[in-house]
Each structure stands twice: as structure tokens, then as C-alpha cells.
């Protein structure tokens, strides 16, 4: 298996636990990355095959939309995480 290299950051919490995980079982925090990786890679792959939108891409055109907001750029994260920063 060929590997490339990745430079990644977490959040303290999930660092703690990955290490607290990677120490219970032996392996690497990285072999626990890339099984996590692996699963998000395949619901996605899932999820597209079973037609499944992307929630993502429903937001394309939202700003065009006369009934939508005026305000997407300046408040985008409430539009797409449902919070303000």
C-alpha cells in the first residue's frame, strides 16, 4: 500500500482521544486516521450511489434566488452550520 503524506489538525479533545485510543489498541494514530478516513470515503461513495443529495450542493444558487438571503456573504456560516460565529 502506497501512503502520501498529510498534515492534519484537531481539536485538543479528539487529539486526547486518539492517543488514550491508539494506546488501548496498539496501533498507530495514524493507522486510526486513515480507517476513519476510509469509512467517511465509503459512506460518501455510499450515499451517492444510493442518490442521496449532497447538502452542500443544495446550497448553490440560494443567493440568486429573490426569496433568499441578502446576506450569504457576510453571514455564510449560519446558512451552511446553522450557527453564528
Given at each position: 500500500?502506497?501512503?502520501?503524506?498529510?498534515?492534519?489538525?484537531?481539536?485538543?479533545?479528539?487529539?486526547?482521544?486518539?492517543?488514550?485510543?491508539?494506546?488501548?489498541?496498539?496501533?498507530?494514530?495514524?493507522?486510526?486516521?486513515?480507517?476513519?478516513?476510509?469509512?467517511?470515503?465509503?459512506?460518501?461513495?455510499?450515499?451517492?450511489?444510493?442518490?442521496?443529495?449532497?447538502?452542500?450542493?443544495?446550497?448553490?444558487?440560494?443567493?440568486?434566488?429573490?426569496?433568499?438571503?441578502?446576506?450569504?456573504?457576510?453571514?455564510?456560516?449560519?446558512?451552511?452550520?446553522?450557527?453564528?460565529p
Amino acid at each position: 500500500m502506497r501512503l502520501k503524506r498529510k498534515q492534519i489538525y484537531l481539536e485538543l479533545a479528539s487529539e486526547h482521544t486518539l492517543k488514550k485510543i491508539a494506546t488501548e489498541t496498539g496501533l498507530s494514530e495514524a493507522e486510526h486516521i486513515r480507517r476513519a478516513v476510509r469509512a467517511y470515503v465509503d459512506q460518501q461513495r455510499s450515499d451517492r450511489q444510493s442518490g442521496q443529495p449532497d447538502p452542500l450542493l443544495q446550497l448553490i444558487g440560494i443567493c440568486d434566488d429573490s426569496n433568499g438571503p441578502g446576506d450569504g456573504a457576510l453571514h455564510h456560516d449560519r446558512y451552511l452550520y446553522g450557527r453564528m460565529p
